[in-house]
T-cell receptor, first 107, second 113 residues
Framework: KNEVEQSPQNLTAQEGEFITINCSYS?????LHWLQQHPGGGIVSLFM?????KKHGRLIATINIQEKHSSLHITASHPRDSAVYIC?????????WGAGTKLIIKP | ETGVTQTPRHLVMGMTNKKSLKCEQH?????MYWYKQSAKKPLELMFV???????ENNSVPSRFSPECPNSSHLFLHLHTLQPEDSALYLC????????????FGPGTRLTVT
């Protein structure tokens, strides 16, 4: 079992839908990261959080330290949100990566 | 546009070739990283340099040889690669190694024939 598990692995939705991607982890962490990777490879950091909730535009990230769980939400999804969303946790001075969730938003 | 650049963006090489990947960061960071991303797998950390010193080598085969001449530049020298080494190679940097946000380059898509 991987130390960082994401679900779902693949998600296809219609434009405008509310999207939730989940991340569970089994190790002690100092922070959790959500990143976005577009086709072509480049990775962009979306959030780094250690408690509570952060919001940036249509993106919201939450974390529950007790339950070792985080969610990434996208409101009013748009085709340009189509990408792979990756969860990673900082643990013992290293990053442990989830396998990613491939999101496709259809117009 | 990020502050981390990588060249080349695409590379096709034969198994007997020698090539190098280059990464440069303009963010004033002190830690730099090489990652390998194979299809349908999580990112694999290969090497970490902190203040130009290699602090991590995740059991990477010797056909991959990193070099960090200064805090802004990182190279990955490749020789006698195998077809299974074909992957996306990503460079990242952060303020220091540890619990710091990492900034990624666009990656080099490597194909070994």
């Amino acid at each position: 079992k991987n130390e960082v598990e994401q679900s779902p692995q693949n998600l296809t939705a219609q434009e405008g839908e509310f999207i939730t991607i989940n991340c569970s982890y089994s190790v002690g962490i100092s922070a959790l990261h959500w990143l976005q990777q577009h086709p072509g490879g480049g990775i962009v950091s979306l959030f780094m959080l250690s408690s509570g909730k952060k919001k940036h535009g249509r993106l919201i990230a939450t974390i529950n330290i007790q339950e070792k769980h985080s969610s990434l939400h996208i409101t009013a999804s748009h085709p340009r949100d189509s990408a792979v969303y990756i969860c990673a946790v900082s643990s013992n001075y290293q990053l442990i990566w989830g396998a990613g969730t491939k999101l496709i938003i259809k117009p | 546009e990020t502050g981390v650049t990588q060249t080349p963006r695409h590379l096709v090489m034969g198994m007997t070739n020698k090539k190098s990947l280059k990464c440069e960061q303009h963010l004033g960071h002190n830690a730099m990283y090489w990652y390998k991303q194979s299809a349908k797998k999580p990112l694999e950390l290969m090497f970490v340099y902190n203040f130009k010193e290699q602090t991590e080598n995740n059991s990477v085969p010797s056909r991959f040889s990193p070099e960090c001449p200064n805090s802004s530049h990182l190279f990955l020298h490749l020789h006698t690669l195998q077809p299974e080494d074909s992957a996306l190679y990503l460079c990242a940097s952060s303020q220091m190694n540890g619990n710091y946000e990492q900034y990624f380059g666009p990656g080099t898509r490597l194909t070994v024939t």
